[in-house]
């Protein structure tokens, strides 16, 4: 792979966030084995093949890494959740310079097709095919805090807890680390007196659209944001469909497209 390929799909602010989160590479005591590939070049294939869809073996000639190594420290760095800590340290930039809305935050859902395996279940919006959800929640501005997944036949609902427990403390512009939006809005899935409750106990608001009494648009001007972040990632084809069968690797897809989402915010 051309120095310049990888800088451009690993930008320098990029790679040193990632330095910091990275495992030391595992030494061999007996010595000798090829030279292994660098780090920088590595990330740039898996992202590579992130966004463009394209499977291991389809790497482009030259790209440095084979498919094979490029999966295996994949596999080796998801295990060691990486790709977690990477977006956290993200945030944290965003934080400390000011750029995140803690004032309203916005959660939702949206299902992809998926093969057999965990995390997959008959897709009621899509004739009982097997599929996966991906959840997330957003601040203001759609950046997102917090994201998970589930088979496809989970209740939204259900996934409202998980994810705000799964919100970290992020560094703020001034003053303690902040984990609790003002407020919360969500459609009508997670119209539920429990979860209300759940979340006035935090001292969160719940705006929640009710059944039978709201508009389906009535949170509209404030939720449009999360269906727009939900738009984001399908730059990253990879996420189209989920081809594969173990859910940590699908999470990970998931969590280097929300920190592409969130880096991109840091170098405009």
Known sequence: ?????????????????????????????QGGGRRRHGGREV????????????????LPPGFGPSGVTAFR??????????????????????????ELDWSRCAIDSVSVRALKGPMTGPNPTDRGKSGSKIHLIVERNGLPLSI??????????????????????????????????????????????????WLRRRQIVPRIARRGIEASDRLGKHRWVVERTMSWPNGCRRMHSRYKRKSEHFLAFVGIASTLICYRRITK
Request: glycine residues 8%.
């Open 148 to 197: 998970g997944i589930s088979a496809a036949n989970l209740h939204d609902s259900q996934a409202l807890i998980p994810l705000m427990r799964g919100i970290p403390p992020i560094r703020s512009r001034f003053g303690p680390r902040r984990r609790r939006p003002a407020k919360l809005h969500a459609n009508k899935g997670y119209d539920f007196d429990h979860l209300r409750n």
């Open 73 to 98: 420290r994949f596999a080796e760095w998801s295990e060691a959740r990486v790709w977690a800590k990477l977006h956290r340290l993200v945030l944290d930039e965003l934080g400390t310079r000011g």
């Open 1 to 29: 792979m051309t120095a310049g390929l990888v800088e451009r799909m690993v930008p320098d602010g990029l790679w040193e966030l990632f330095e910091r989160v990275v495992p030391p590479a595992a030494e061999r005591p």
């Open 43 to 58: 990330l740039a294939a898996i992202i590579f093949v992130a966004t463009s869809g394209c499977t291991w073996n389809q």
